[in-house]
């Protein structure tokens, strides 16, 4: 049981899309962070906030590429109100060809 918990572990991080790109988020209405230059220039301002937060020990890691920066990335961005997109936030989500979202 243990074994199988810590596998489940390991899979959700593994799965844990990287993702600073604003294509990747929205805003809590729904409207793509790309698609609007004010919602742009917030998500802007929001990243620079957020991101020596996600590169401190405290909250997340030094190295950009692992996952406890991406998560502390995505959670200080939550906070600003940006949240990935649906379907397309975890690569797992392809296998289902957005049946998640339906």
């Not at 790309?34 to 020990?57: G, H, Q, T």
């Not at 590429?65 to 998560?71: C, E, P, Q, R, V």
């Amino acid at each position: 049981m243990r074994m199988m918990l810590a596998l489940g572990v390991v899979l959700s991080f593994a799965c844990v899309s990287a993702g600073e790109a604003p294509s990747n988020y929205q805003s809590y209405h729904g409207v793509r962070v790309d698609s609007d230059p004010v919602l742009l220039a917030k998500y802007d301002r929001a990243l620079n906030r957020c991101e020596p937060e996600a590169f401190s020990w405290n909250r997340g890691s030094p190295d950009p590429n692992s996952t406890a920066y991406i998560l502390a990335l995505r959670n200080c961005l939550y906070r600003h109100s940006f949240v990935d997109r649906g379907s397309y936030a975890y690569p797992a989500t392809a296998l289902f060809e957005h049946f998640l979202d339906r």
